[in-house]
């Protein structure tokens, strides 16, 4: 693979990574909910989830979706939906969780649960799948060898730098959780911000999707 090529494609994914979406805040929704441990596992579950539609890109997906534009939008339409269930749960439950942080520890998602949510939201990613499926044939060098493992190792290395900076923020936002969760209220009002920032994630994919289908 050309080192010209590979640097760009990086700083690409950087850029791509960086630009606010459902990845990125669904991580810091997640920071301001549970904290810390819980956003570092939620990037960790994102990324895998990136990296396994990176795979099916790879094998041959990207250019389905790209010719079948009622298959993109049910991607995307089910992303913003899982977005928005996840968002009115945490609403539903934003008292209970604030009865004090013992039980909240006890009734907060298991890091299973974390995990598959976190690849829940990456596997079906509107912004990752069309960065797949539209740039990473960009950076491809047909005199390098397998195109198909090109693209897997593109992927990897995406997955790679979206658990990197996701996990950032989350820590980064995280660390400020704590002055919150010693008072009832002020937990109340994290939760709160948490489940509205998903669900307002959620509207603002399904939303411009379904405009710009339906014109």
């Known amino acids: 693979m050309d080192n010209e090529n590979l640097a760009q494609f990086?700083?690409?994914?950087?850029?791509i990574i960086l630009v606010p979406g459902p990845s990125v805040m669904f991580v810091i929704a997640r920071a301001?909910?549970?904290?810390?441990?819980t956003a570092v596992l939620t990037a960790l579950g994102n990324a895998l989830?990136?990296?396994?539609?990176?795979?099916?890109?790879?094998?041959?997906?990207?250019?389905l979706l790209q010719r079948s534009e009622l298959l993109l939008v049910v991607v995307q339409v089910l992303g913003g939906l899982y977005l928005i269930h996840l968002g009115i749960d945490a609403y539903r439950h934003r008292q209970e969780h604030a009865d004090d942080m013992i039980k909240v520890e006890e009734v907060k998602p298991s890091?299973?649960?974390?995990?598959?949510?976190?690849?829940?939201?990456g596997a079906l990613n509107p912004k990752a799948l069309v960065?797949?499926?539209?740039?990473?044939?960009?950076?491809?060098?047909?005199?390098?060898?397998?195109?198909?493992?090109?693209?897997l190792m593109f992927g990897?290395?995406?997955?790679?730098?979206?658990?990197?900076?996701?996990?950032?923020?989350?820590?980064?936002?995280?660390?400020?959780?704590?002055?919150?969760?010693?008072?009832k209220n002020r937990l109340v009002v994290?939760?709160?911000?948490?489940?509205?920032?998903?669900?307002?994630l959620g509207i603002g994919v399904i939303v411009p999707v379904l405009i710009e289908y339906l014109n």
């Open 32 to 37: 301001v909910a549970w904290g810390r441990v």
């Open 49 to 63: 989830g990136m990296l396994l539609l990176s795979v099916f890109i790879a094998i041959g997906l990207g250019p």
């Open 131 to 151: 960065f797949f499926s539209a740039v990473f044939p960009q950076f491809v060098d047909s005199e390098a060898g397998s195109i198909t493992f090109q693209l």
């Open 190 to 200: 994290l939760r709160t911000i948490g489940a509205v920032v998903m669900m307002a």
């Open 10 to 15: 990086i700083l690409a994914s950087v850029a």
């Open 111 to 121: 890091s299973f649960q974390i995990l598959r949510q976190g690849f829940t939201v």
């Open 156 to 183: 990897l290395i995406f997955a790679a730098l979206s658990f990197i900076l996701d996990g950032s923020w989350g820590l980064l936002v995280g660390s400020s959780r704590d002055w919150f969760v010693t008072s």
